[in-house]
């Protein structure tokens, strides 16, 4: 450790030289132009091996960093993506597993590519503002977002600004899209209660404002239609609170229901503990069926059966999207991964 030293004359105390090496330095200790040192540090093949070896050498001597913002302005890359959940702090640093997953995913892609990630919630007016004076002023080379609302008009924005994006859950941006078959997966699972025998199959649908919402209400829409029995719906918002709501509401308009569809885990989980409160037996009384499968499935009470989306691989896929995108490589227009149903206790 470098110790402080004593000013002459005075019982004050000066710290060690704390100022970055430059380029210059460099290429004095090289023994090259300053030039030389530029073109090696941003990575230009115009440099012979001899010369290079000699300006890292002395670049890993002196403990020499290229300043990351004027070495954008030569690459006109900063290195970093942005990952833009448009939801509140709380709602992404709360219990729903689908947020950490999905940054997972994506921090994994991008740290083994030699990239950083920048998080950024979007979940009010100034946020959004916020999101869009960082991504636009160039201190990312793109922007990818996940768990989109209809209205949010921050994609298609950064697009008209010439922001490469990477988008889950809003198919009709003219950006690469990566989501998973909602309609089979809802399909698979109502399919599957009807024949175990359940004959009055409700859901408490996702909100509609949200492709994810509206597709698991299509999926369930479709599969009944095709057995002809009728829809029973209650709308949340992918909350275990609306869940518990939700499935309050559908006990009140049909008492009689045998069997619930709700559009995620967590919102299971509060229909479940509803279930509980009303003295309805699960899955004797009502069989649950939920969809995700985050690791919360696993430890409801009963254990839930649900629709397995690979959470973790939509991040990984945005990520390797936005990596081709940056490259100048051809991308798909839209990736839709598979889901699964998982079967458990409750149905």
Do not use: W
Not at 167 to 191: K, Q
Not at 234 to 252: I, K, N, P, W
Not at 283 to 295: K, L
């Amino acid at each position: 450790m470098r110790r402080a030293e004593a000013v002459p004359g005075g019982g004050a105390v000066r710290g060690p030289r704390t100022g970055r090496p430059t380029l210059e330095e460099v290429a004095e200790r090289a023994g090259v132009s300053r030039a030389t040192v530029s073109r090696v540090v941003n990575g230009q093949t115009t440099v012979a091996e001899d010369l290079r070896q000699a300006v890292e050498a002395a670049a890993a001597e002196l403990g020499y960093v290229p300043h990351a913002a004027a070495r954008s302005l030569v690459t006109h890359r900063t290195d970093s993506v942005a990952l833009i959940l448009p939801e509140s702090p709380n709602r992404v640093f709360s219990d729903d597993q689908f947020f950490p997953s999905v940054i997972r995913g994506v921090a994994g892609e991008l740290d083994a590519a030699g990239k950083l990630l920048v998080l950024l919630t979007t979940g009010s007016a100034e946020a959004r503002s916020r999101a869009e004076r960082y991504a636009v002023g160039g201190h990312v080379d793109g922007v990818m977002f996940a768990s989109l609302h209809d209205a949010d008009l921050l994609p298609e924005l950064m697009l008209r600004r010439g922001v490469p994006v990477v988008c889950n859950g809003l198919p009709h941006l003219a950006a690469p899209c990566i989501d998973v078959d909602h309609v089979g997966g809802v399909r698979a699972a109502v399919e599957y209660l009807l024949a175990k025998g359940r004959r009055r199959i409700a859901t408490v649908a996702g909100p509609q404002d949200m492709v994810a919402g509206r597709a698991r209400l299509d999926g369930y829409r479709q599969a009944l239609a095709a057995a002809d029995r009728r829809a029973i719906v209650a709308v949340g918002d992918f909350t275990a609170e609306s869940g518990h709501a939700g499935m309050r509401q559908l006990l009140a308009d049909e008492p009689d229901l045998d069997a619930v569809f709700v559009a995620s885990d967590l919102m299971a989980h509060g229909a479940l503990q509803a279930l509980r409160e009303a003295g309805r037996s699960v899955p004797a009384d009502v069989a649950v069926v939920g969809f995700d499968d985050i690791a919360l499935a696993t430890y409801c009470d009963p254990p839930l059966t649900t629709v397995r989306q690979p959470i973790a691989e939509i991040g990984r896929t945005m990520a390797r999207t936005m990596l081709r995108l940056l490259e100048g490589r051809e991308v798909e227009r839209l990736t839709v991964l598979p889901t699964e149903l998982v079967v458990r206790d409750s149905a």
